[in-house]
T-cell receptor
Framework: GENVEQHPSTLSVQEGDSAVIKCTYS??????FPWYKQELGKRPQLIID?????GEKKDQRIAVTLNKTAKHFSLHITETQPEDSAVYFC????????????FGRGTSLIVHP | EAQVTQNPRYLITVTGKKLTVTCSQN?????MSWYRQDPGLGLRQIYY???????DKGDVPEGYKVSRKEKRNFPLILESPSPNQTSLYFC???????????FGPGTRLTVL
């Protein structure tokens, strides 16, 4: 089955700095890669996703890059703000009817004012 | 308001006492899933359903049962809970296999 590794497990940055979270996956058939943000005590919510037919996607201060050859994808947050503090999860899945996403173990991002 | 609801939100129970956590969505989504979240382990899928009466095991199905008799409801059943099932549980739904998942608010379960 799919295996998703996520690094780092904890990331501490100063407000205004950039943050990068990296994930690798094992199944070359995976073609959908969402990122979820979970604030303390709340449910995970999708912040951005990328499909395997594109290499990069941006949405304001966040971007995701995908390297299918190397089987890794990354989340980039620029100009971090204290409200970006949360746990971020990457996931990978193949298409088709079953679509069982495999999640990374999460990265706790702390943005210091 | 489009949403996924779960009940109860918090539950403390004892080993062996059967319990059910309900999940309901009002978005007419085909796909529904149950996850458990444990510190350092991320989100692990317990069971999922692709439609009414169609369910399948996820990564950690042992000790759990589900049913999908109606499109909107997907209850999680613990026939004989054990302390290792103490966890935070999330229900989620999505329209199709590669669509955004909408998570419920979570159920924090403690089994003594």
């Amino acid at each position: 089955g799919e295996n998703v590794e996520q690094h780092p497990s904890t990331l501490s940055v100063q407000e205004g700095d950039s943050a990068v979270i990296k994930c690798t996956y094992s199944d070359s058939a995976s073609n959908y890669f969402p990122w979820y943000k979970q604030e303390l005590g709340k449910r995970p919510q999708l912040i951005i996703d990328i499909r395997s037919n594109v290499g990069e996607k941006k949405d304001q201060r966040i971007a995701v890059t995908l390297n299918k050859t190397a089987k890794h994808f990354s989340l980039h947050i620029t100009e971090t703000q204290p409200e970006d503090s949360a746990v971020y999860f990457c996931a990978a899945s193949r298409g088709g009817g079953s679509y069982i996403p495999t999640f990374g173990r999460g990265t706790s991002l702390i943005v210091h004012p | 308001e489009a949403q996924v609801t779960q009940n109860p939100r918090y539950l403390i129970t004892v080993t062996g006492k059967k319990l059910t956590v309900t999940c309901s969505q009002n978005m007419n989504h085909e796909y529904m899933s149950w996850y458990r979240q444990d510190p350092g382990l991320g989100l692990r899928q317990i069971y999922y359903s692709m439609n009414v009466e169609v369910t399948d095991k996820g990564d950690v199905p042992e000790g759990y049962k589900v049913s999908r008799k109606e499109k909107r409801n997907f209850p999680l059943i613990l026939e004989s809970p054990s302390p290792n099932q103490t966890s935070l549980y999330f229900c989620a739904s999505r329209p199709g296999p590669r669509d955004e998942q909408f998570f419920g608010p979570g159920t924090r379960l403690t089994v003594l």
